[in-house]
């Protein structure tokens, strides 16, 4: 119990900086909806089938492009002040502190979906909330897990020069089947008749493989982010 | 015994080479082909084409291999903190990405042979690419990472690995089946099975000297930095 106040009290942190400056959030609304705004010019026929077919990959894109902003940008923000060594040094166990990061991460992310997912319902003309619970299920574990992958990447590539490039040379083919159970349920859920069994088993599939990579950066988290 | 193992294990393979080559081009027939609607060797689809199957599924089993040694190897570096656990992971996957791309090569012009086109997200074709994303991915990480290089890598080997199931999951259920090959060893005809495990011999000995060559180097590289060390602070060198 201990452990969850005060993982909940490190996401709280980061997510109270946030709210204060609005930096992160704010910028990565903005890119969100340009992508969307790119999307509809770059696919330009507006018919039903393409829609149908294309709008599942421009939400999952929008997911991971925005999704790597915030997280290189979130762990930046403890490198400039040199705050991860206080945070590691403070007198919490190290999960408290990769459980907060991955949860505040979590936030951000699901922040950009939820404007992504209406602009996109709204200029490709998506029925996307036909099946809402189902996809705000399945956005929701697909940010639960790439906070977890990433907020470990990120925090081991915080002294790393060139760690805005190799952060999405990390995430993107460890992610790869987390995009693809995003995009499938996507879909599934965007057909006419609508294929529930599909949608579910993808969502399935993804609350497995979240659950694994959970388990194992908890495993992971101490002896990669050492300092 | 331990100096002589690269020479020994590539001798090896330079022999089972030769073996391979001459028991894949002169015992068996050429004109078995894979019958990709039958799911079954028959007809003549793939002519001389067929022999690259040989090489290709052996550089594939490598590549799969490696993950998997470069992944445990990672969990022994990060557990134990061993920098001879380290030097495995890196040159295992060092290796891999060339046995991968060979994999991919040659995936490639046995798609264009049985299905005439070039790539077709066939399952494996799939798996195996991402599979060899990671490994570049690694490298790549290896090579820029700096200080945390290894750590970091070691990071990645590791979810690659656990992630392998969920590829092959991924893959397997696909929405979109196309022409499948299962079984492969199984359904093998029986004069096609020497050259088979000839060739998988033969891929296995390159890849372990080529591991242990990389792993020697990386010591060697160490050990002469670490002298030359020594040499500054005693004033030997300058």
């Known amino acids: 119990m201990a452990l969850v106040r005060q993982a909940a009290r490190i996401a709280w942190k980061d997510l109270r900086v946030e709210l204060r400056s609005k930096e992160i959030i704010t910028t990565m609304m903005f890119f969100g909806a340009l992508l969307v705004v790119i999307y509809s010019f770059v696919f330009p026929n507006h018919n039903d089938k393409v829609m149908r077919w294309s709008v599942p990959g421009m939400l999952w894109v929008s997911i991971a492009f925005a999704g790597t902003i915030a997280l290189g940008r979130a762990f930046d923000r403890e490198r400039e002040n040199d705050t991860m060594r206080a945070l590691l040094l403070s007198p919490v166990p190290r999960l408290a502190v990769f459980l907060g990061k991955a949860v505040a991460m979590a936030v951000l992310i699901l922040a950009v979906a939820v404007i992504v997912t209406p602009l996109l319902a709204l200029f490709l003309d998506a029925p996307l909330f036909d099946h809402g619970g189902e996809l705000a299920l399945i956005i929701v574990l697909g940010a639960v897990g790439m906070a977890i992958v990433g907020s470990i990447f990120a925090a081991t590539l915080l002294k790393v020069r060139s760690r805005d490039v190799l952060l999405p040379v990390i995430l993107y083919p460890l992610l790869v089947p987390l995009f693809v159970a995003g995009t499938e349920t996507t879909s599934a859920l965007l057909k006419v008749p609508v294929d529930l069994e599909t949608a579910w088993y993808w969502i399935r599939f993804l609350g497995i493989y979240d659950a694994a990579f959970l388990v194992l950066s908890m495993w992971v988290f101490e002896s990669l982010v050492i300092e | ?238």
Do not use: C
């Open chain 2, 1 to 238: 015994m331990k100096k002589h193992a690269v020479p020994v294990l590539a001798a090896l393979g330079a022999i089972g080479f030769v073996v391979s080559i001459y028991l894949i081009f002169m015992t068996t027939p050429l004109e078995w082909g894979w019958d990709t609607r039958a799911d079954r060797l028959a007809g003549s689809s793939l002519f001389f084409n067929q022999k690259i199957f040989y090489f290709h599924v052996a550089n594939s089993i490598v590549l799969f291999t490696a993950v998997f040694v470069s992944g445990i190897a990672s969990i022994l570096f990060l557990w134990k903190r061993s920098p001879k656990a380290d030097d495995i992971a890196s040159a295992s996957t060092d290796v891999a990405v060339a046995f991968g791309a060979a994999t991919l090569v040659t995936g490639s012009i046995w798609a264009k042979a049985a299905w005439d086109v070039w790539w077709n997200w066939e399952p494996r074709l799939t798996m195996s690419l991402l599979l060899w994303l990671i490994l570049v991915g690694y490298v790549l990480v290896r090579r820029f990472a700096g200080p945390s290089a290894d750590r970091v890598a070691a990071g990645m080997a590791i979810f690659g690995m656990v992630g392998v199931p969920f590829i092959y999951t991924m893959v397997g259920a696909d929405s979109h089946p196309n022409s499948g090959m299962n079984g492969t060893v199984f359904t093998l005809g029986a004069r096609l099975v020497p050259p088979f495990l000839a060739s998988m011999v033969t891929f296995f000995l390159w890849f372990a000297a080529l591991v242990i060559a990389r792993v020697q180097s990386t010591r060697d590289e160490r050990e002469v930095r670490e002298l030359r060390e020594q040499g500054l602070d005693l004033g030997v060198l300058q």
